[in-house]
């Protein structure tokens, strides 16, 4: 199976502070897999890194065994990797679908989800496509931040803490999201607090400590890691 992302040896700095220390991490095409540690423990750090989006990196990041270390954040958007950071960035100004229409297709990759096909997926956007962006609710914001993605053709997705704060029926509804992206092909890297949200839909998880990863395994050994997992994490 083809290795969709895949972290060697990779350390990055925020001006003079060293977040990231030596992270190793293998994600296949088609896999969902989630980043779990405490808060400060990297895990956002190391989406960023990913994009480009801290400073100095070293090591080695191959996004579809292309080395994307020493590109810059738009470069390595066009191999086909979608970032949603935690913050969203959704516009106030424009609409809910002129948010959605707003970032150009990506030239690599294959087309994206059409917007039929994203109103399908998510039938509260076609309901609020005339409202305002920010007046969409938490839940609303999170599902326009990821179909957003996914029109542009990025097949692999890097969603940070998606399900923070959110009422449970919300979360459901992005579990699903999760679920039809990964029938449809996607690999999907999260960012989770909420492990019993993240338990279910992965099929790898990482933990992280002090910028590092410090535990992985797959979903079958997921039942005899619980009590390291208890301890590391507080599940």
């Keep these: 199976m083809t290795v969709a992302l895949e972290i060697r040896g990779l350390n990055a700095w925020y001006g003079e502070s060293h977040v990231l220390h030596g992270v190793d991490m293998s994600v296949r095409e088609g896999e969902v897999a989630t980043l779990l540690g405490r808060n400060g423990a990297g895990r956002t750090s190391t989406m960023r890194a990913i994009m480009g989006l801290t400073g100095d990196r070293k090591g080695s990041i191959k996004v579809y065994g292309q080395e994307t270390i020493g590109m810059k954040t738009h470069h390595i958007a066009h191999l086909g990797i979608g970032y949603c950071p935690e913050e969203r960035g959704i516009f106030s100004s424009l609409s809910c679908e002129e948010n959605l229409l707003l970032p150009p297709p990506l030239r690599s990759g294959g087309a994206g989800l059409s917007i039929d096909e994203i109103y399908q997926m998510f039938p509260n956007l076609a309901e609020r496509k005339t409202s305002q962006g920010t007046r969409l609710s938490g839940g609303e914001q999170q599902m326009l931040a990821v179909a957003r993605i996914v029109r542009t053709g990025a097949k692999l997705l890097l969603l940070d803490e998606i399900s923070e704060g959110l009422a449970p ?28 949200f993240a338990a279910p ?3 790898r998880f990482f933990v992280m400590e002090h910028g590092k990863i410090v535990e992985s395994f797959t979903k079958g050994q997921l039942n005899d890691k619980m009590p390291i997992l208890n301890e590391l994490l507080g599940v």
């Design 169 to 196: 029926v919300i979360v459901q509804a992005l579990a699903r999201m999760i679920t039809a992206l990964r029938h449809k092909g996607y690999t999907i890297v999260m960012v989770e607090q909420n492990f019993r």
């Design 201 to 203: 839909l992965a099929d």
